[in-house]
């Protein structure tokens, strides 16, 4: 049953040695390409592996060294884990395409085009990776040293070219995670003085043990150092702040990566180590507050890039709603409504960088009439964003869908708040993009006797809407389309990972083995 | 296991500091509040491994209890992360000065913009010019 457990470490060290190769490579251009892009369609590749064998033999798990469970790092893939780094590989790739058909002088206009492209491949590499052991660790403290990788990671890529801009943000961004880490460190701390043990499968053993009162302060521990990470109301302000001024692609992969990695942490820690749900209550006024605090923010917002900053937080709402519900239909829910969502932001972010190579800007009043200037530009904005707002036949519809259906069967008031509030949010959410639409894609271009007329971006592969740069984006819109096609199968295994889930016991049999524990 | 008092004070105090030091607006200082946050936590690692004792390798040392090397082991991992991101943030507080001459941290401009225009209550669409000459626009055609 655990025949492909080989493969399991394959996604943290395939990018690990590609970083290790670009970086050997600084200055060959090519050869970064080649590699960054065959590294990650390996890893694409396994992952789809990985998914087969844990759907179909169980959860694959790797014990690192040889080391027993109770002493070293277990490294486990199951549906779940299995799913995120599928989707997470996908996106980076489109990304990576991205930048690469942004061409190597065009990267960044905010330093004339001069900034450190060198360092942007290798780095891309060591972010995946992060993710990567973040999403397939069995071991609390092996996880911290994930998010501590894809944090140093997307600190240098935050401040990519070091302009005043990107230090200012880049300094909130950076202390913000970092008190973060450490709060999860002091969790950890705590939770070794509790338990003795930091592997998640023992803990999940030894946590029912410990008294009511001394777990509690440990949950309460853990789940604020992953909401802040997955800019969950009220330790939410930093996102918006720090996100918009870095380039495109950079913004794009934040966007879709770097918070769900703290939800992927709550989705873990909630299921397996507290499954009693005693702070759900709370974690429900959580995610109502940020739903509509997020999309109150992002209704004000004239910049598109910061519009998809706080709709990006107001949707973490979502996710925390189907976690917090605790029943397998709002896991379920909440696991894919966590795969459209990665996409679809990743790809409206890219989108808005095209906005900014036709336009050169992206503060939607300085823009108009883009739909008549390049049609396709507004096809590949208005079919992610309405996809994001939840309109149907499209996924973000779907998933919405299925939060609903799990709220309604739970039954209980503070449910039924949060389903009216999701329906408000959805609204407001249209209303967000409706208003970009409006405002940027209809109406007139701007004419030169307003002093504003548009400047196109410098382009390194000719036009803005070279092929390099189209290509990548209209094939992540049509994978965001067809997460729609294949609902279908992709619930059916979201439904059999929350199940599991749930029952913690094909976890714990995997990682303990049969007998007394 | 009953924790060493000592330990956790010292924990506490330079915990509480760093958080103190973190909320400034200098990079500098934040940066001191960071190093000593990580360096109570460190110590807080130093309590949960227990009581001192023997050197934990098999065979060492006369058959007494053994200390417990895993939150040892975790500590040294803390430390050399702490290190890199110290190293980080330095360099990111140079950059600072380079360009501004200065360390403090700033508003964002964006955010600036919206509370100004929300203290004077200013509800206007920041594009109603446009909006003025589609409605007179409209208003052509319509006669």
């Known amino acids: 049953m655990n025949d492909f457990s080989w493969m399991v470490p394959l996604p943290v060290v395939l990018p690990l040695v590609g970083a290790g190769i670009n970086l050997a490579a600084v200055g060959r251009t090519r050869v970064q390409r080649l590699v960054s892009m065959s590294i990650l369609t390996a890893v694409l590749a396994i992952s789809v592996a990985l998914l087969f064998a844990a759907d179909q033999l169980g959860p694959q798990v790797v014990q690192v060294g040889g080391w027993a469970p109770a002493e070293g790092v277990v490294l486990i893939v199951d549906r779940l884990s299995a799913l995120m780094v599928i989707v997470s590989t996908v996106v980076t790739m489109g990304v990576l395409r991205y930048s690469i058909g942004q061409g190597r002088s065009s990267f960044d206009n905010e330093s004339d085009g001069h900034a450190p492209l060198p360092v942007f491949h290798p780095t891309m590499l060591v972010l995946s990776a992060g993710v990567s052991t973040t999403f397939i660790s069995g071991d609390l403290f092996h996880m911290y040293v994930g998010f501590e990788m894809l944090l140093a990671a997307s600190f240098v890529l935050l401040t990519l070219g070091g302009t005043e801009a990107r230090v200012r943000a880049g300094v909130t961004y950076v202390f913000v995670s970092l008190l973060s880490s450490m709060m999860f460190l002091i969790a950890i701390a705590m939770i070794y003085a509790a338990t003795g043990t930091v592997n998640l499968a023992i803990l999940a053993t030894r946590l029912d043990m410990i008294p009511d009162d001394t777990s509690v302060v440990l949950h309460v521990l853990l789940i604020l150092g992953f909401c802040v990470k997955a800019a969950v109301f009220p330790m939410s302000g930093w996102l918006p702040d720090s996100y918009p001024t870095a380039p495109a692609p950079v913004t794009a992969v934040f966007a879709g990566l770097l918070t769900k990695v703290g939800v992927y942490a709550l989705i873990r820690t909630q299921t397996l180590l507290f499954p009693d749900g005693t702070l759900n209550a709370v974690l429900m006024w959580a995610a109502l507050l940020t739903m509509i605090v997020g999309i109150l923010g992002a209704v004000t917002q004239d910049d598109i890039k910061r519009m998809l900053s706080f709709t990006l937080v107001s949707h973490i709402g979502y996710l925390l709603f189907g976690i917090a519900l605790g029943s397998a239909a709002g896991v379920s829910a909440a696991i894919f409504y966590v795969l459209h969502h990665i996409t679809i932001q990743t790809t409206l972010f890219l989108v808005t960088g095209l906005v900014e190579r036709v336009g050169g800007t992206t503060a939607s009043s300085h823009l108009g009439g883009l739909a008549k200037v390049s049609p396709l530009l507004g096809i590949l904005f208005f079919v992610p964003a309405m996809n994001l707002a939840g309109i149907p036949p499209f996924s973000g519809f779907l998933g919405k869908v299925g939060l609903l259906q799990a709220g309604v069967e739970d039954g209980t008031w503070l449910a039924l708040v949060l389903v009216i509030g999701s329906v408000v949010t959805s609204l407001l959410t249209l209303y967000a993009v409706a208003r970009v639409w409006g405002r940027a894609f209809w109406g007139s271009a701007p004419q030169a006797e307003d002093g504003m007329t548009y400047t196109p971006a410098r382009t390194g592969n000719g036009r803005a809407m070279g092929a390099g740069v189209v290509l990548p984006t209209v094939s992540l819109v049509a994978f965001g389309l067809g997460l729609t096609l294949v609902a279908g199968p992709l619930f059916d295994i979201t439904d059999r990972a929350a199940l599991d889930l749930l029952l913690r016991e094909p976890y714990l049999l995997a990682v303990l083995g049969e007998g007394p524990r | ?143």
């Open chain 2, 1 to 143: 296991m009953s924790p060493n008092i000592a330990l956790v004070l010292v924990a506490a105090t330079l915990i509480g500091t760093g958080v103190y030091l973190l909320l400034a607006r200098s990079i500098v200082r934040a940066l001191v509040g960071f190093l000593l946050m990580g360096n109570g936590i460190n110590i807080l690692f130093m309590v949960s491994s227990g009581p001192a004792g023997e050197v934990p390798i098999l065979g060492h040392g006369d058959g007494d209890r053994m200390a417990d090397p895993i939150p040892q082991a975790l500590v040294l991992t803390a430390i050399v992360i702490t290190l890199a991101m110290v190293a980080f943030v330095l360099s990111l507080a140079h950059r600072a000065w380079q360009l501004g001459r200065d360390d403090l941290l700033e508003d964002d401009e964006e955010s600036v913009r919206i509370h100004r225009r929300a203290e004077e209550n200013d509800l206007s669409d920041e594009s109603r010019d446009d909006a003025d000459v589609i409605a007179a626009e409209f208003a052509e055609e319509d006669e």
